[in-house]
């Protein structure tokens, strides 16, 4: 039964994955084809969903950021309310009932399909989420590029941290390369350069705080210098995340190739030694490879959907 903050709006268009792994629910909004979003009810295997649930919300319908190598990138149709957020949050919740209360670490990310700091709403949903997850586990996260021109949002991202979530908050910067020009073409949209996340990740990690995570997915002939890495970001604030390029289906028209998983691991190994040794927390996050046969990557159960229903109506077509 949906609260009274529920924005009794949503449908469930399709559910399909690995309760193991990870489910991905396409749900859609307003009754509007446009409006369709994604949200994966996941685990990290071993682990158990007692131990750590994943819940990761879509934060735009699409995304205007426009990234190569992913699904979502150009299909946008707006923002979702505080209350269409926080509607992908209890459709999660409803499907293991009394799940979240026994869960040691329940992170809900506020990344999926777009650009959280683009969407005010997120703010209003992060500030509203301890009356949705009734869980002492509750972690936040958000994922973002830092586009330039949102300053007071990420000003206001501080101040929620301070307030609800000290030390169960984990802010991650997409930042892809340490080579501007390559941050350039990856992300299509005016961003934060190095210099600048660092200076806002020293504002945001406190004492007491996880340290704040620069994710770099890994793409051949991208640049990935641990030099430029030491140069910029102290190990004491900042994280290093590496992750493959998922194996998208915009990923595959505009010829990008992960790194990991390939003969170029050897060198992401030694690149790892020489930031571990420089007193980085290194996460080599290559993931479960069910989960690429999922298809759980950002944008691509809307995309399949999408495709379906095009298939769909070209077959109505022709009968």
């Known amino acids: 039964m949906m609260d009274a903050g529920a924005s009794r709006t949503m449908e469930e268009i399709r559910v399909y994955g690995d309760p193991e792994v990870a489910e991905v629910g396409v749900l859609r909004f307003r009754g509007n084809e446009r409006t369709t979003v994604e949200v994966v009810d996941g685990l990290t295997p071993p682990q158990t969903r007692r131990e750590k649930w994943v819940i990761n919300i879509s934060t735009q319908f699409g995304c205007p950021v426009g990234c190569p ?64 997850v009734r869980s002492a586990g509750l972690w936040c996260c958000v994922a973002t590029i830092k586009p330039r021109g949102r300053d007071r949002w990420f000003d ?30 990856l992300i299509p949209m005016r961003h934060a350069t190095l210099e600048e996340l660092a200076d806002y990740g020293r504002g945001f990690f406190m004492p007491g705080d996880r340290k704040v995570v620069l994710n770099f997915a890994l793409a051949r002939d991208v640049g990935f210098d641990p030099g430029i890495i030491r140069k910029v970001f102290e190990p004491e604030r900042f994280a290093i995340k590496l992750t493959p390029v998922n194996p998208t289906a915009a990923g595959k028209q505009n010829g990008f190739e992960t790194v990991l998983r390939s003969e170029s691991d050897r060198m992401i190994a030694d690149a790892c ?18 989960e690429d046969q999922i298809g759980s990557n950002c944008g691509q159960a809307v995309r399949v959907e999408r495709d379906l229903r095009a298939q769909r109506t070209q077959a109505a077509a022709g009968a």
């Open 273 to 290: 030694r020489h930031l571990d040794a420089a007193g980085y927390d290194v996460v080599l996050s290559v993931g479960d490879e069910r």
């Open 69 to 132: 190598f992913c699904d979502a990138a150009l299909d946008y149709a707006g923002n979702p309310t505080t209350a269409e957020l926080l509607d992908q949050v209890r459709w999660a919740l409803e499907r293991h009932p009394g799940a979240a209360a026994a869960c040691a670490k329940l992170k809900v990310h506020f990344a999926r399909m777009g650009e959280p700091s683009l969407n005010d709403a997120v703010l209003e949903a992060m500030d509203r989420l301890p009356e949705v």
């Open 156 to 185: 206001e991202l501080r101040m929620l941290k301070e307030r609800y979530y000290r030390g169960c908050f984990q802010l991650q910067f997409s930042v892809q390369s340490t080579d501007e020009r390559d941050r350039d073409r």
